[in-house]
């Protein structure tokens, strides 16, 4: 919507939007997003600065456009904590893309044991996951979308975080025979046998690092295995997969709502840049 | 009382405008489908907040939404967002009613298009811009417009 509506001339007063009931001015509010609710919504009047600090309004937090800013890194990143800081413990959903450090992380480790869902796209670097994750054992949720995690780091979040159902680690593919490689898939096998669903598009993965899956996680529901070039589903392995789960997704459906398949190079030239702030 | 009969409701609103409305359609509100459920002796329903130009606007949505099967085709859900769209192309006034209609009937869909509706039109927006736009007064004493710039300060640099 980019055009204003107007209010009619005549006999009709405008409406008094501050008469809407709280509830519904807190979900047009968290429609917002936590930039524009920090930058501008709050300082509207008082019952809306008031509004902007119910816990209720930042149950769930997505960092997911703070690149666009025009502001610097040390106060976009004040507003990541600040955004933490009003949920008041009652955080549980946490998503980021290409904004993260290891003070950030640590900061939600310590104010929101209950977290539940953690996302993140197009980060690296991040040492401090690890430690981090230690302090959120009831994690059902951990996406690492074009991150570069080594496998070690893998393991002990995997390790510390024995509720997580759903695992997402997505590439960005190649069919390269270079890229072929089953260590992230064996890892998952061997530590996540309690995985309901998982997520590995563009991964390297062969039918070893498949059946090891279909082995290691007797529970998977649903699989996404599109763009995952050096698998072959034509066989009996193939049959397997369709039979035990209900929801496969192949390496040629549609990648239409994964925005990652050619390289984010934005995102990760704009990381590098305040990695050096850390 | 034939099944044909049993297929529409009769609601009323608060300026005494009468509609007749199919069942499925009705009960897209939530609030009316328990009232349904209540007494399904076919009398009037009375809908005493939405005065008949905005229970008209509603009727609109629930029927639209009632008649477009659910479908995962792209296409299809491309043609309804394009008609929410252009469904929401109303005044402020008839907005604001409609939001508070949305949320009274308990219609979970109308309620989120019409509030991210206002949200949209938030975006992008001073603080001044937004309280012309909405006619909201700025209650904050400079003393205390001093003291949450200092409370956030990185918000202003």
Request: with cysteine; charged share 25%.
């Amino acid at each position: 919507m980019d055009s204003m509506p107007s209010i009619p001339a005549g006999e009709e007063s405008p409406r008094d939007w501050l008469e809407l009931p709280r509830d519904v001015t807190l979900t047009i509010l968290m429609k917002l997003g936590v930039v524009e609710t920090l930058e501008h919504a709050q300082f509207v009047c008082k019952l809306w600065y008031k509004l902007c600090k119910d816990p209720s309004m930042w149950t769930s937090i997505e960092l997911d456009n703070m690149l666009d800013l025009n502001t610097s890194f040390s106060n976009r990143h004040e507003m990541a904590l600040n955004a933490v800081d009003r949920s008041c413990g009652g955080l549980v959903s946490f998503s980021t893309k290409a904004f993260a450090t290891d003070h950030l992380l640590m900061y939600i480790a310590d104010r929101a044991s209950g977290l539940k869902c953690l996302r993140f796209a197009c980060c690296e670097f991040l040492s401090g996951i690890p430690n981090a994750v230690k302090k959120l054992p009831l994690l059902e949720e951990l996406e690492l979308t074009m991150c570069w995690f080594t496998e070690e780091e893998i393991k002990a979040v995997v390790l510390a975080c024995p509720l997580i159902k759903t695992f997402k680690l997505n590439h960005q593919g190649s069919r390269d025979p270079d890229f072929a490689n089953d260590n992230e898939a064996f890892c998952i096998a061997e530590t996540m046998p309690q995985l309901h669903n998982l997520q590995m598009i563009g991964n390297g993965l062969t039918n070893s690092g498949l059946e090891a899956l279909l082995n290691g996680c007797p529970h998977l529901e649903s699989l996404d295995l599109r763009s995952c070039f050096h698998i072959d589903l034509s066989g009996d392995l193939g049959n397997r997969c369709v039979e035990r789960i209900k929801s496969l997704r192949c390496p040629h459906d549609s990648t239409d709502d994964y925005m990652y398949v050619s390289t984010d190079e934005e995102a990760i030239l704009s990381y590098n840049e305040f990695c050096k702030f850390m | 009382m034939s099944t044909e009969e049993r297929r529409i409701v009769v609601l009323r609103s608060s300026d005494e405008e009468i509609f007749e409305v199919d069942i499925d359609v009705a009960s897209e509100s939530q609030t009316i489908k328990h009232s349904i459920e209540d007494d399904d002796s076919g009398r009037v329903i009375p809908v005493p907040n939405v005065d008949g130009h905005t229970l008209a606007k509603v009727i609109e949505y629930c029927k639209k939404h009632v008649e477009t099967p659910r479908s995962d085709d792209r296409d299809a859900q491309d043609a309804l967002r394009a008609w929410d769209t252009e469904y929401m192309k109303i005044d402020q006034n008839t907005l604001f009613e409609l939001i508070l209609a949305a949320n009274y009937l308990n219609i979970k869909g109308l309620l989120d298009l019409t509030c991210q509706t206002v949200a949209d039109m938030i975006k992008g927006k001073s603080p001044e811009e937004i309280r012309a736009m909405f006619n909201i007064k700025n209650d904050f004493t400079p003393q205390e417009e001093e003291d949450i710039r200092k409370e956030n300060q990185w918000a202003f640099e």
